[in-house]
C-alpha cells in the first residue's frame, strides 16, 4: 500500500501531468463560464426560468467537458503511462525495483493502479470545478449521472492510453520509439480518426453518416467521451445536432464492454509479455 | 516445501537474447555457499552481467533455472527476491526522488515501513558514505556516490545473498577499502556473495573460489588455494661468482635457464632458503634470490587460452 501509495504522489507531482491538467481544466472553466454567461445574457426579457438556467448548465458543461477534457485526456494517459512506467522501464530504472519481492505481474499492475488513481483523482477535481463554474454562473450544477457518465468515459480514455503506452514499452526498447509511437496512436485515434469520420459524414450524407461514426468510435479508446456524450445528451458536434442515440448504435451496454474492453486490453496485453519476455 | 539449502544455485542455466544469437551464458551450473565469497572473472562479454541480472530476476532464462536458498527466481519470485540484494554495474535509480525517500520506497517492496524502518535507512546511508545526502536527488550523484547508494538499496532488507557486479568501479580508494571490509564481514555473518570483477587482484582479496566465465561458458571454479596450490612457479637467482659445482647443483633443483651471472629455474624442488643455504654452503656470492609465483591475471589468460 506504502508502495501505491508512493506511485500515486509520484504521478501527480509530475510537472507534465500537472502542467496538462491545469490548463485543460482553465481551458474548460473558462469557456464554459464564457458561453454559460452568453446564454445567460440572451435570456435577459424574459429571464430565464430555473429549469432553463439548469439545463443549460447539463447541456453546456457535459458538451465542453466531453469535448475538451475527450481531446486532452489521452495526453494525460500517455504522461502517466509513460512517467509511470514505460520511461522507466526503457532507461532501466525498472530493473531497482524488479529485483525486489515483487513479480513481473504485480509491478504491472501495481504501476497501473497507480495511473488509474492518480488519473481519476486528476479527472474528478477538474471535472469538479468545471461543475463549480456551472453552478456558480447559473446556480445550478451539471446533472449528476451525464456527469458521472462522463467522468467514467474520460477514464477509460485515460486508461487506455495509460496501458498503450505500457504495451509499447515492451515492444520498442528506446525512449524516442516509444514517444514516437505513442504520439501517432493520439494523432490517429484523437484527430484523424474524428476529422476522418466528419469527411465520411460530408461523403455519405447525415442519415447514414451518423451510425458509422458512432460505431467507428467504439474502436478508437478516444472517443468514449464523445460516444458518452452522444448518449446522455442525444446530441452530437457540442449540442449542434440532435440525435437519437439509441437508433444509430449508441447504448449503455455497448459503451460499458467497449470501455472495459478499452480499458484493461492494453494493460491486460502488457501483463502477458511482462511475464513472459525480457 | 522447506528449502534446502541456502545458497544462490545455477543449474543448466541457458540465455539467448535472440533466436539467432550465440547465447551469452551456456549451460552453466555453480553455486556459492553461505559465507562464501564466489569471484566471477571474464572477459568483457563472457556473460557475467548476465549470469547476474538473472540471479536477480531480471532475466528469463531460455533454460534452466537460477535458485535463491532453493526458491526459484521465476517460478517462486518473491520468496527468492527477498534473500536478495544486488548491486549493478551501473546502478540506474528515479533520479528525481531523495535518497532517503527512494530507501523507504524500495524498502515498501520488502514490507518495511515506519519509523524504526527510516532509521535503518539512514543508518544504512551513513554506513555506505552518504551521510548528509539523504535529502539531495539520486540523479545528482557521482557515479562513486550511486554505487554507494546501490549498495545501501541493496542491503535494505539484510539479505542473505549479494550479487555485485563491478562494485569496484568508480569508487575511489576509501571506497574499495570499505567494500572489501563490508564483504568480509558479510562472509563472516554468513552471506553468500556472488562477486563480479575486472580488478582481478581484488577479486583475489576476498574470494575463496574463482569461476572463470569464456564466451558464455563456465571454464573453471575452483577454490583460490588450489589455484595458488597449481601456479606456475620459478626461481630466478643471480650469483656474482658462478662456478660449475655451482651451475651443477641448480640443475639438480630444477630445469634451468641461464644467462651469464643470472639463472631461472622452473618449477624448483625446495624452497628459497632451502637452495641459498646449499649455494652459500658451495661458495657462491649470491646477488639475489626470490620465487616468481604466476598472479591471478597470468592464471585467467592461461585458463581461457589467450595472451593478454
Given at each position: 500500500?506504502?508502495?501505491l501509495?508512493?506511485?500515486v504522489?509520484?504521478?501527480?507531482?509530475?510537472?507534465?501531468?500537472?502542467?496538462?491538467?491545469?490548463?485543460?481544466?482553465?481551458?474548460?472553466?473558462?469557456?464554459?463560464?464564457?458561453?454559460?454567461?452568453?446564454?445567460?445574457s440572451?435570456?435577459t426579457?424574459?429571464?430565464?426560468?430555473?429549469?432553463?438556467?439548469?439545463?443549460e448548465?447539463?447541456?453546456?458543461?457535459?458538451?465542453?467537458?466531453?469535448?475538451?477534457?475527450?481531446?486532452?485526456?489521452?495526453?494525460l494517459?500517455?504522461?502517466?503511462?509513460?512517467?509511470?512506467?514505460?520511461?522507466?522501464?526503457?532507461t532501466?530504472?525498472l530493473?531497482?525495483?524488479?529485483?525486489?519481492?515483487?513479480?513481473?505481474?504485480?509491478?504491472?499492475v501495481?504501476?497501473?493502479?497507480?495511473?488509474?488513481?492518480?488519473?481519476?483523482?486528476?479527472?474528478?477535481?477538474?471535472?469538479?470545478?468545471?461543475?463549480?463554474?456551472?453552478?456558480?454562473?447559473?446556480g445550478?450544477?451539471?446533472?449528476a449521472v451525464?456527469?458521472l457518465?462522463?467522468?467514467?468515459?474520460?477514464?477509460?480514455?485515460?486508461?487506455?492510453?495509460?496501458?498503450?503506452?505500457?504495451?509499447?514499452?515492451?515492444?520498442?526498447?528506446?525512449?524516442?520509439?516509444i514517444?514516437?509511437?505513442s504520439?501517432t496512436?493520439?494523432?490517429?485515434?484523437?484527430?484523424?480518426?474524428?476529422?476522418?469520420?466528419?469527411?465520411?459524414a460530408v461523403?455519405?450524407?447525415?442519415?447514414?453518416?451518423?451510425?458509422?461514426?458512432f460505431?467507428?468510435?467504439?474502436f478508437?479508446?478516444?472517443?468514449y467521451g464523445?460516444?458518452?456524450?452522444?448518449?446522455?445528451?442525444?446530441?452530437?458536434?457540442?449540442?449542434?445536432?440532435?440525435?437519437?442515440?439509441?437508433?444509430?448504435?449508441?447504448?449503455?451496454?455497448?459503451?460499458?464492454?467497449?470501455?472495459?474492453?478499452?480499458?484493461l486490453?492494453?494493460?491486460?496485453?502488457?501483463y502477458?509479455?511482462?511475464?513472459?519476455?525480457? | 516445501?522447506?528449502?534446502?539449502?541456502?545458497?544462490i544455485?545455477?543449474?543448466g542455466?541457458?540465455?539467448a537474447?535472440?533466436?539467432?544469437?550465440?547465447?551469452?551464458?551456456?549451460?552453466?551450473?555453480?553455486?556459492?555457499?553461505?559465507?562464501?565469497?564466489?569471484?566471477?572473472?571474464?572477459?568483457?562479454?563472457?556473460?557475467k552481467?548476465?549470469m547476474?541480472?538473472a540471479?536477480?530476476?531480471?532475466?528469463?532464462p531460455?533454460?534452466?533455472?537460477?535458485?535463491?536458498?532453493?526458491?526459484?527466481?521465476?517460478?517462486?519470485?518473491?520468496?527468492?527476491?527477498?534473500?536478495?540484494?544486488?548491486?549493478?554495474e551501473?546502478?540506474?535509480f528515479?533520479?528525481?526522488?531523495?535518497?532517503?525517500?527512494?530507501?523507504?520506497?524500495?524498502g515498501g517492496?520488502?514490507?518495511?515501513?515506519?519509523?524504526?524502518?527510516?532509521?535503518?535507512?539512514?543508518?544504512?546511508?551513513?554506513?555506505?558514505?552518504?551521510?548528509?545526502?539523504?535529502?539531495?536527488?539520486?540523479?545528482?550523484?557521482?557515479?562513486?556516490?550511486?554505487?554507494?547508494?546501490?549498495?545501501?538499496?541493496?542491503?535494505?532488507?539484510?539479505?542473505?545473498?549479494?550479487?555485485?557486479?563491478?562494485?569496484?568501479?568508480?569508487?575511489?580508494?576509501?571506497?574499495?577499502?570499505?567494500?572489501?571490509?563490508?564483504?568480509?564481514?558479510?562472509?563472516t555473518?554468513?552471506?553468500?556473495?556472488?562477486?563480479?570483477?575486472?580488478?582481478?587482484?581484488?577479486?583475489?582479496?576476498?574470494?575463496?573460489?574463482?569461476?572463470?566465465?569464456?564466451?558464455?561458458?563456465?571454464?573453471?571454479?575452483?577454490?583460490?588455494k588450489?589455484i595458488?596450490?597449481?601456479?606456475a612457479?620459478?626461481?630466478?637467482?643471480?650469483?656474482?661468482?658462478?662456478?660449475?659445482?655451482?651451475?651443477a647443483?641448480?640443475?639438480?633443483?630444477?630445469?634451468?635457464?641461464r644467462?651469464?651471472e643470472?639463472?631461472?629455474?622452473?618449477q624448483?624442488?625446495?624452497?628459497?632458503?632451502?637452495?641459498?643455504?646449499?649455494?652459500?654452503?658451495?661458495?657462491?656470492?649470491v646477488?639475489?634470490?626470490?620465487m616468481?609465483?604466476?598472479?591471478?591475471?597470468?592464471?585467467?589468460?592461461?585458463?581461457?587460452?589467450?595472451?593478454?
Open positions: 500500500m506504502n508502495v501509495l508512493y506511485d504522489k509520484r504521478a501527480l507531482r509530475n510537472p507534465s501531468v500537472l502542467a496538462l491538467a491545469i490548463l485543460t481544466t482553465l481551458l474548460a472553466v473558462a469557456l464554459l463560464g464564457l458561453i454559460l454567461s452568453h446564454a445567460r440572451a435570456y426579457n424574459p429571464p430565464p426560468t430555473p429549469a432553463q438556467l439548469q439545463e448548465a447539463s447541456l453546456l458543461g457535459i458538451d465542453i467537458i466531453g469535448g475538451i477534457f475527450g481531446f486532452f485526456v489521452p495526453v494517459g500517455l504522461v502517466l503511462g509513460n512517467s509511470l512506467y514505460a520511461r522507466e522501464r526503457s532501466g530504472i530493473d531497482s525495483v524488479l529485483c525486489r519481492p515483487v513479480t513481473r505481474g504485480e509491478l504491472v501495481s504501476r497501473f493502479a497507480a495511473l488509474a488513481i492518480a488519473a481519476a483523482a486528476i479527472l474528478a477535481l477538474s471535472l469538479g470545478l468545471t461543475d463549480l463554474v456551472a453552478l456558480v454562473v447559473t445550478f450544477p451539471i446533472a451525464p456527469l457518465a462522463v467522468y467514467l468515459a474520460l477514464l477509460v480514455e485515460v486508461l487506455s492510453f495509460g496501458g498503450l503506452v505500457m504495451l509499447i514499452s515492451h515492444l520498442f526498447r528506446s525512449t524516442s520509439a514517444q514516437g509511437i504520439t496512436f493520439f494523432v490517429l485515434f484523437s484527430i484523424v480518426w474524428y476529422f476522418a469520420l466528419i469527411l465520411i461523403v455519405q450524407g447525415q442519415a447514414n453518416a451518423l451510425q458509422t461514426i460505431v467507428a468510435d467504439y478508437s479508446p478516444a472517443q464523445i460516444l458518452a456524450t452522444a448518449l446522455v445528451q442525444n446530441t452530437f458536434l457540442f449540442g449542434l445536432l440532435p440525435l437519437n442515440s439509441g437508433s444509430i448504435g449508441i447504448g449503455v451496454g455497448a459503451i460499458v464492454a467497449g470501455g472495459c474492453l478499452w480499458s486490453g492494453p494493460v491486460g496485453a502488457t502477458y509479455l511482462a511475464t513472459r519476455r525480457d | 516445501m522447506e528449502p534446502q539449502a541456502k545458497v544455485a545455477y543449474e542455466y541457458s540465455k537474447y535472440g533466436r539467432k544469437e550465440r547465447p551469452a551464458v551456456q549451460d552453466l551450473s555453480l553455486s556459492v555457499n553461505n559465507g562464501e565469497i564466489l569471484g566471477l572473472v571474464g572477459l568483457n562479454g563472457a556473460g552481467t548476465t547476474l541480472r540471479a536477480a530476476g531480471l532475466l528469463l531460455t533454460s534452466g533455472t537460477v535458485r535463491m536458498d532453493g526458491h526459484d527466481i521465476v517460478r517462486d519470485k518473491v520468496a527468492a527476491s527477498r534473500t536478495l540484494g544486488i548491486v549493478p551501473f546502478p540506474n528515479e533520479p528525481s526522488a531523495s535518497a532517503l525517500d527512494l530507501l523507504e520506497y524500495l517492496y520488502h514490507g518495511l515501513a515506519g519509523d524504526a524502518f527510516r532509521a535503518h535507512a539512514l543508518a544504512l546511508l551513513t554506513k555506505v558514505g552518504l551521510t548528509g545526502n539523504e535529502g539531495r536527488k539520486v540523479g545528482t550523484f557521482s557515479q562513486g556516490m550511486k554505487k554507494r547508494f546501490a549498495l545501501a538499496a541493496a542491503l535494505l532488507a539484510h539479505p542473505r545473498n549479494l550479487l555485485l557486479d563491478e562494485i569496484l568501479n568508480g569508487l575511489d580508494p576509501e571506497g574499495i577499502r570499505f567494500v572489501r571490509r563490508l564483504l568480509l564481514e558479510l562472509r555473518e554468513g552471506s553468500a556473495i556472488l562477486l563480479s570483477s575486472h580488478i582481478l587482484s581484488e577479486v583475489e582479496s576476498v574470494a575463496d573460489r574463482i569461476a572463470v566465465l569464456h564466451k558464455g561458458r563456465l571454464l573453471e571454479c575452483v577454490p583460490l588450489d595458488y596450490a597449481s601456479r612457479i620459478r626461481l630466478r637467482v643471480r650469483i656474482r661468482n658462478p662456478s660449475p659445482e655451482v651451475a647443483y641448480l640443475s639438480s633443483v630444477g630445469p634451468v635457464e644467462e651469464g643470472s639463472f631461472s629455474i622452473a624448483p624442488h625446495g624452497e628459497v632458503w632451502e637452495v641459498n643455504t646449499e649455494l652459500v654452503r658451495r661458495g657462491a656470492q646477488a639475489e634470490i626470490r616468481d609465483r604466476e598472479d591471478l591475471e597470468s592464471y585467467f589468460f592461461r585458463t581461457i587460452g589467450e595472451e593478454p
